[in-house]
């Protein structure tokens, strides 16, 4: 998975992923409209315009950037529908050649841990294997500890899978545990970093990142430059950019001299652009996330060109 990410940063030129994460706020009054009307007011109707929402933004970015990353919980909760909409999505955007990252925050231990990581792995069914998800790479909860990690990374290693590990998330209260001091003079998520870059020490692949990459939120500058320093084989995946008040140049020290180490996520500020620029009606909803995908890829290269990085 890590190897074909980074090729396609490189081709694209572009270190950026787009989140797609629908919610009935976003849809476009002409797809309510649509689906209410051919299937009711039910989580059927809102999984059928998300399916189409989400198929027409890849098909407008696609060729711009090299990833995109739906968030479960918008899916599942509408139930089966909703979920039936998320792996369509993923297979969908893995055959317009996008790596497909599966925001899941998974965690557990023992066979649970190993029945989620069939996000990765998939099953065996009558001695053939079948993917039963279509993602390339899931993000996953360390809490647990090894126990919740290891049937992750068994996965990865069979499949040339990934895993992203929250390790310093963008969310404010995400101090209140993350921030807390250990007995050895560490912070929480510099011991959670260390035991990421651990993990993944044997699927580093031929750019030099491992398999097993970091959640760092783009909104902790100082906490990201030192992540990225004590994590040198561990790729970043980056929250908080845009919506969240994460600016270009405050994730420009998470990659290395390279321009590579790192992926930026935006969700809102390109599946929702069209609704804040007037010179965009609603049926433009795939153009503007287009636009804005071309806006993000030229300010993360201008920030990065700011200390003396091009691809």
Known sequence: MIDKLIEDILEKKNPSVVGLDPTPEIMPDFLKAKYFERMGMSAAAYAGMFLEFNRAVIDAVYEIVPAVKPQIAMYERFGIPGLQAYNATCEYAQGRGLTVIGDIKRGDISSTALAYAAHLGGVIINGEHQDTWSEDAVTVN???GTDGIKPFLNQCDAYKKGIFILVRTSNPSSAEIQEQELAD????FEAVGDLTEKWG????????YSEVGAVVGATHREQGELLRKRMPH???LVPGYGAQGGKAD????FFDEKGLGAIISSSRGITAAYKKDPKYGEKDYAQAAADAAVRMREDLAAA???????Y
């Open 201 to 208: 020490e044997y699927l580093i692949g031929g750019h030099g």
């Open 234 to 236: 561990t790729f970043f």
């Open 250 to 253: 405050d994730v420009a020290g």
């Open 185 to 188: 003079g560490r912070r929480l």
């Open 142 to 144: 360390p809490y647990l």
């Open 304 to 310: 990065l060109n700011r200390k003396g990085i091009t």
